[in-house]
């Protein structure tokens, strides 16, 4: 079975499959027209990709039964596109959570004591105490989570650990469940920022989730707060976020953006990072060496077992025709 494998992936998982006797091609810089014309003329079965877009131009006219996403979300995936070719769609979910729930407390930290604002007087040679001693701390300030699934639940016991109240909305959060996390359950997001000094963003992109914390979210959320997002760019209304900012000293940190460029490098065109109390990461919640290496386990056992039974763990879709079928 041929496998291509685009954007960077450890050199010993590629390794280990050509152990297991796939076919690899590897090429961590193939994107847009130049993918999808490889893609076609390699006769290509399995595509791996991590933040590389896989559009209905990839998969026409393709012989691939199946495209992972080494990672959780699947959104840069044509996945209508995918079931209509009968082509599988599989993706790694949790196996970076712990990495983004790290990030996201890292940020948390870096809101409240202004870490980055701090490097950056120093590394201009100016000393400035007095100014950056002005913090609030975290012990007893409320957490408020949007979302409640794999990294959600991971940002419990780490607020635990700061001695910070938690509380959550999830469509998927009942009573009992949250009794069970330890968290007080909102009926809203609304209800979270209104009741929150630090609200964090964990759900998937979905149509209904698209815009989620909006102009209503902002002004219920209370001035000053903080407001940290690992999750996708496109959950936030970014207008409404830079209104919160600029009108209600909102200090937000974001890790992901609705316009993110298609390469690991380039230019960064979103302005909101310029905003004072805005800070911004290059969306590298999943990237560190132990989730890495946790999803590339996870993605040579997906392969292993759609070579080996036609069956494909993690699916997320249902393909009304299929090269398994």
């Known amino acids: 079975m041929k496998v291509m494998m685009v954007d960077k992936f450890p050199d010993s998982a590629v390794a280990r499959l050509k152990e297991l006797g796939f076919e690899v091609l590897y090429n ?3 994107k847009g027209e130049a993918l999808a014309e490889q893609v076609k003329t390699s006769r290509v079965e399995v595509l791996v990709v991590r933040s590389s877009r896989v559009t209905e131009a990839v998969l026409e006219g393709s012989q691939l039964g199946l495209v992972i996403r080494a990672g959780s979300g699947y959104d840069t995936i044509d996945v209508a596109a995918a079931s209509r070719r009968g082509i599988y769609v ?18 948390i930290l870096a809101l409240d004591r202004r870490l980055p604002d701090n490097v950056t007087q120093l590394r201009d040679k100016k000393w400035n105490k007095k100014e950056f001693s002005k913090a ?6 409320t957490l408020g989570l949007i979302g409640v699934g794999q990294v959600g639940r991971l940002m419990i016991p780490r ?14 959060l009942t009573p009992e469940k949250a009794r069970e996390l330890g968290v007080e359950r909102k009926s809203s997001p ?12 964990h759900v998937a992109l979905t149509p209904e989730t698209k815009s ?19 999750s996708r760019g496109e959950v936030v209304d970014e207008g409404a976020l830079k209104k919160a900012v600029q009108e209600k000293g909102i200090r937000a940190a974001l890790d992901v953006y609705a316009k993110e460029p298609p390469t690991t490098s380039g230019a960064f065109e979103d302005d909101i990072v310029e905003l004072p109390g805005v800070y911004g990461t290059h969306h590298i919640g999943a990237s ?11 993605t040579i056992r997906i392969i292993r077992e759609y070579r080996d039974t036609g069956q494909v763990p993690n699916v997320v879709n249902q393909p009304s025709l299929t090269q398994a079928r």
């Open 159 to 172: 607020a635990r650990a700061f001695e910070m109240p938690v509380v959550a909305w999830s469509r998927s």
């Open 288 to 298: 560190t060496d132990q989730a890495q290496e946790a999803i590339a386990e996870e």
């Open 136 to 141: 609030r701390g975290l012990a007893g300030r």
């Open 190 to 201: 609304e209800e979270v920022a209104a009741a929150a000094d630090v609200v964090s963003v």
């Open 28 to 30: 961590p810089d193939l």
């Open 212 to 230: 989620l914390c909006g102009e209503k979210f902002f002004a219920a959320m209370r001035r000053g707060a903080y407001f940290v997002n690992t």
């Open 90 to 107: 599989s993706n790694c979910p949790g196996k970076n959570s712990t990495a983004v729930a790290e990030l996201a407390f890292g940020l």
